[in-house]
């Protein structure tokens, strides 16, 4: 890490600033080697100076929670860990999950992202989950966004994405299963990691994703 825009400062607020710079990239780093090797959602991790990790999130496997906390500590530079990861159980009956017009039936986190692997590759995908009560998740995915809406009950006005960063300008592409092409503005739009992040926490309970912000439409 470069600490040279620090040297102006005194000896001893740098030192601090420099701690707190490292131990924010040591929990970055932490996170998303948690995410590219477990089944977990809605995952925050954050580090102190002497390097206490705190991990807090939603998974539906025991042993996935207490393999996460044991791949932590076998890292470098960490001292401790609080393991705060939330087991839920899973949906007592299968949730439709239909993409690109085929449908298939989930209950687990890992089975889920086995089908969501299997459009990794597909440009434009237009994923609906169904199966808590009334509610839907429909949700539009291009290689670099994703657009989501999510219906509380039949007839809702449904609840939307919503991006402060974005703009009403900029417009990115989304092909519907039926072909018919939409336009959506990047105020609408988040990227695809909360795509999936929205998938998964629906999955495990029937709700938005509390990650990203929403509108009432």
């Known amino acids: 890490m470069d600490t040279t825009e620090f040297n102006h400062l005194p000896d001893e607020l740098k030192e601090k600033i420099i701690k707190s710079r490292q131990a924010f990239l040591q929990a970055r780093e932490i996170s998303d080697k948690i995410s590219g090797s477990f089944h977990i959602c809605n995952l925050s991790v954050s580090a102190t100076a002497d390097h206490a990790i705190s991990i807090s999130g939603t998974t539906d496997n025991e042993d996935e929670k207490i393999a996460i906390q044991n791949f932590v500590l076998q890292m470098e530079n960490v001292s401790s860990v609080f393991n705060g990861i939330e087991v839920l159980p899973n949906p007592p009956t299968a949730l439709s999950l239909v993409a690109n017009g085929k449908e298939f039936f989930v209950t687990t986190l890992v089975e889920l992202k086995t089908v969501v692997a299997q459009f990794h590759e597909t440009e434009f995908v237009e994923y609906t989950l169904s199966g808590h009560d009334e509610t839907t998740i429909i949700?539009?995915?291009?290689?670099?966004?994703?657009?989501?809406?999510?219906?509380?009950?039949?007839?809702?006005?449904?609840?939307?994405?919503?991006n402060s960063k974005g703009t009403t300008i900029e417009m990115k592409d989304f092909i519907l299963t039926n072909g018919q092409r939409d336009e959506y503005p990047t105020a609408l739009l988040v990227d695809n990691k909360d795509g999936l992040e929205i998938l998964q926490f629906y999955l495990l309970t029937g709700e938005m994703y509390p990650g990203i912000e929403w509108r009432e439409e």
């Open 139 to 162: 949700l539009l995915r291009n290689s670099t966004h994703s657009f989501a809406i999510y219906f509380r009950f039949n007839g809702d006005a449904g609840c939307t994405t919503h």
